[in-house]
């Protein structure tokens, strides 16, 4: 591929080795996204049947989602990562911006109780979604301002926190908790790797869980989605319905599937099939080993990321390290939750499984965040080989230096 159409700062350099994508993890996610295409088929055919669809209504709108995200992908491709960390912090506003507009009266759609989504016609944007990026680039861009006194000092490491805990609020207005626990997990495992001393993580995560157990029971409906996981067998065709029916599901798959296309569970009997809980209908489908093969994209996924960050940190782009270790956060926890969801193993969250579960919202972001990952890759390894791309960090120090 000739990469000067996708990335016009390229450096050129008659004879030398110039570098490349990270082709290994662009297979990995297009191979997600495609069985998630695949799987979106199969499980969203009787819903859409029942609604007076076409068949194939849920995949198509899938493959136009995925086609706007790869188009936007390759946009967000082109953009230098100076310019999203000097944009980090309109990156945060627009983030509360879009959050708080949604709990406006006429603006946001309400679906099943919850506001959490603006019509644009084409699709609903689900605004948790963008935000949970925006929120990332934020917070990489202010621990390499402020990353000293974030480290050192109580107060500096609250400052990054009141913001989020605006976006976190607004939230749990919609609500979204699933979401708000994705942004704020993320949120303190950037702090992490960026040097915070564990003790304040300790004092946080007491306040942080003394407040999510009040609101657990305060809010009937939260209370009744944490203790039902513990025993769904107790009230299977009430409370335990979707739990019970997963774990139906995933019993059903055994070692190598009932068949692309033959899942029984699928057929209204487990809700939100081409959704919350597309991971029941590929194990039911392709068994265990169709699992494994989906936990193996996932797992080479996240450790691609964070050695990525890795590098990037060793070669002093500290925001891209940040925004990478960020970013394989969000899509590993966002998985591990939506798993362990379908296993019984978490409460009721209605968090999409990334680049699988139908949505406009989730893929357009994730295709966002591969785009994103793959800029940092390219830029990392401009710098490791010494090589001036006009977009990195490191290489306008280094024309500073010079001059």
């Known amino acids: 591929m000739n990469l000067a159409l996708l990335l016009p700062d390229i450096p050129r350099r008659r004879g030398a080795s110039l570098p490349q994508l990270d082709y290994a993890l662009l297979t990995a996610f297009v191979t997600l996204a495609s069985i998630g295409l695949v799987m ?6 009787p819903v859409a049947e029942r609604l007076g669809f076409g068949v194939f209504h849920f995949p198509l709108r899938q493959s136009v989602y995925l086609l706007m995200g790869l188009l936007l992908g390759l946009g967000i491709l082109r953009i230098p990562l100076a310019w999203w960390q000097r944009s980090s912090l309109l990156s945060v506003l627009l983030a509360i911006g879009l959050l708080a507009a949604v709990l406006l009266p006429g603006v946001g759609v309400e679906v099943n109780g919850s506001t959490r989504w603006i019509n644009l016609g084409v699709f609903r944007l689900q605004v948790s979604e963008p935000a949970k990026l925006l929120v990332m680039i934020y917070l990489a861009g202010y621990l390499v301002r402020h990353g000293e006194e974030v480290r050192e000092s109580a107060a500096g490491f609250m400052k990054p926190l009141g913001l989020l805990a605006i976006a976190a609020l607004l939230l749990l207005m919609e609500p979204d908790f699933g979401a708000t626990v994705v ?6 495992v950037m702090m992490f790797v960026a040097g915070v001393r564990l003790w304040k993580f300790a004092a946080l995560i007491l306040l942080t869980g003394m407040a999510f157990a009040v609101l657990a029971v305060a809010s009937p409906y939260r209370l009744e989605r944490l203790t039902t996981f513990l025993n769904p067998w107790a009230d299977p065709f009430n409370s335990g319905f979707q739990l019970t029916q997963s774990l139906i ?4 798959g055994e070692w190598l599937g009932v068949g692309l ?11 939100e099939a081409h959704t919350d809980f597309v991971f029941a209908v590929l194990a039911e489908e392709m068994g265990l080993i169709g699992v494994l093969v989906l936990l193996g994209l996932y797992a080479f996924i996240i450790f691609r990321t964070y050695s990525i960050a890795a590098v990037a940190e060793r070669g002093g782009n500290l925001f891209a390290a940040y925004l990478a270790y960020g970013i394989g956060t969000w899509i590993g926890l966002q998985a591990v939750i ?5 296993t019984g193993l978490l409460p009721t969250k209605g968090l999409t499984l990334p680049l699988m579960s139908y949505g406009g919202s989730s893929m357009l972001v994730s295709c966002m965040a591969v785009a994103i990952l793959l800029r940092i890759d390219y830029e990392t390894r401009c710098t490791v080989e010494n090589v001036s791309a006009t977009g990195t ?4 120090r280094r024309r500073r230096r010079a001059t």
């Not at 979106?40 to 055919?45: D, F, G, N, T, Y």
């Not at 960090?393 to 306008?396: D, K, M, T, W």
């Open 249 to 252: 599901a995933i019993g059903r």
């Open 183 to 188: 942004m704020m997990t993320t949120a303190l």
């Open 338 to 342: 939506n798993i362990g969801v379908n």
């Open 393 to 396: 960090e490191p290489a306008r």
């Open 40 to 45: 979106v088929a199969s499980a969203s055919m």
């Open 261 to 271: 296309g033959a899942s029984i569970q699928k057929l209204f009997y487990l809700p």
